[in-house]
């Protein structure tokens, strides 16, 4: 299966997707292998190839070397396809539990074979059909604390680390996190995507200095602190459940950056699914119960992810800081600041740059949505500039209650 | 002059040097070429080629695939000659005035063809030798701004940015660093170095837990921050000069890293030689007269360097940040606080660790030599624990007039 193909890339189809699998000998007998192209053709080909005798599935994930967004198609570098496989490798490492498993890469075809998660639905779909995961707090604090931690300098050899930050440079990708997440919705700038209902809001960030400023502050973060090997893109689309398992997907946005952005980006999107729910669920106590479990989630997350990230340093710190009483609260307490300003910044692109969320888009009451899009606004501005005042997660949460 | 001579790696002699010059043709005519090895041949073999009829000179450096230091030997890396190479045509293209100009180099062969600097003085030696250099503080400014601000997020394109991080990753000279200048020191390890006399003053810092966190803090800073292309060993040693020209050579060290890094190591270094001339000028008059020209350095080139990065930045900003009024002063006072800490490393490890300097080491008084050196550690000691406080130039010069 190691087998290099060697081939100059072209996009696979149907029938090469077949051949690909007996050249890998993926399956034993070829006779009852159906194939199913499940990706939505934006950035990649998905195909589902499974034995219909015996049930054996498994997934061929191939990078387009274009993406295509509102109607737009733009160049993107293949290269995605690397960093995807080498993180999905990375992280089977410490958490295989909530990979997927890869079986092969070939990084000239830009593909990845990969454990087929059909058994899974992406987390925002179910957040918004209200489904609570009992799980799902405990498997992300203690995804996101071993990625941090076994990635780290105070875990890893210097050169180790120094060599996985090469491996995951990843500029292009980078980029568009660093124009569409923390630039161009704090600018007049034609990514931008949102109703004239909500202008004279959006004008008041854009005159906001202040808060231009600690946004650029996180920025310059982003750009700067090579922390921790990153997911990059950990909204609720990249994680596939079910009731009792966790997967995290497509870290095609991988790079080493500041610790507290994947955590962020997850409870942003969970704060943006807890502001929906005023819609989507309409019976008060209903509703009030599973706003109640998504904040319960953020807590877990948090809390999970703490205390499992001092056990690891404590345990299995390798840099002699990590001997000295205290520090870990002090790495921890900025990795905390860190990751309310980034929430902020998740939320409000979400709500008025290039990118939607379901959740929102999906509320049928236009003025309803319009309300609550500019209370979103506010949260996430309050989130940027009060990031330093705001001292633990419950703090953090009253925010989001104040939605 | 371009020709890859893709040889196998031979550390060059006499004769084999001047092979090489004639085959890249650096000169002429080779009847009255004169050879001397002027290195240390501790690091690297450095040879001076001249022609003693028409005066026309070159350097040819070659690294060592090992490092001596006091007495032992070990392998080091022959990357470092391709990474000053790069550093020094990096510099070349915003501050040629400010480097040796490189002719030629070959990464197989370890070695730099470049500009004969020999009628320089090494600039700590000059110092030691109370020599005034009346440019010395307006050229490290200006090329301290210059290289921070060229090779930073604020200027290049992201993905020239991220590449030339990637060029310059650095793993083996960086742990030199890592280890020598922010752990070794503060732990009892066999790498330090120093007397008796001195153990109870450094038992303090060993016991010290506070100051090992705001340590332990400012390596983590020098592991993650990827802010700008440092030199990254800036002493008064890697610093040639004449009365009126000032050469920064030796970037042997350079990676991308936080930004109050390099001044840090100038104005360290710069306090070291001030504290030693309690001892090596006895007149008090000409003594007070040299060591105020020492603070005047200091603050000239604080000066300096603060007011050209922010001419930069306002002249030559392209990340949207610059554009947001006051910005440009969170980054620099950022700045001015890691450069406080990092030079309280630089004097500590100057004075107990692996590498003295002579500016110390040549005081003839042992028992005043003591004393100063228990200040120094007080210095050093004050500065990592009270960076924060430290509010501007004049403070910070204050901590050295009490040395």
Redesign the interface.
Known sequence: MATTLKQAYQPLNEQTVVELAKKLELFTDYQHIEVHEIGDGNLNLVFRLIDSVTGKSIIVKQALPYAKVVGESWPLTLDRARIESHSLKKSAEFAPEHVPEVYYTDHHLALTVMEDLSSHVILRKGLIEGIQYPHLAHHIGTFIAKSLFYTS?LYLH??E???L??TF?N??L??IT?DLVF?DPF?DIDTNDFPSELQDAVSELWTD?EL??RA??L??KF?????ALLHGDLHTGSIFVTETTTKIIDPEFAYYGPQGFDIAHFFANIALNYAAHSFHISDPLKRSDYQGYLLGVIKDTWETFSDQYRELWKKEGVE??TK????EE??LSGLFTDMIGFAGCEVIRRTIGLAHVEDLESIGDFNGQIELKKRVLKLGSDWIKKAESIKNIDEFITYIRSV
Chains 1, 2 share one sequence.
């Open positions: 300098d210097p050169y680390k120094k060599e930050v090469q440079i500029p292009e980078c980029k660093e630039t600018y200095t231009k400023k650029a502050a920025k310059y750009l700067t602190r090579a922390e002699a800081a000295l009483p205290g520090f002090e790495i």
